[in-house]
């Protein structure tokens, strides 16, 4: 039997998705947040804005490549 994960990942200042069937890595898409860098650190109401922003694209692209 054959299993497909969709792995997704937020954390600080990334948005991630990944697919793997079995124990192989078919993809993995992360999106930065460079947003933060003028501040010198994570603001959180940015970071939670750019997460929504990036996470339906980063998903499809996962996705659609695995």
Known sequence: MSVT???IESS???TS???LRNET???NIIANQDV???YGGVVPELASR???QNIV???DLAINRG
């Open 36 to 38: 933060h860098i003028k």
């Open 5 to 7: 994960i969709l792995a």
């Open 12 to 14: 600080c200042d990334d």
């Open 50 to 52: 750019s997460h929504q």
């Open 17 to 19: 998705a990944a697919v």
């Open 57 to 59: 694209p980063v998903i």
């Open 25 to 27: 890595l078919l993809s």
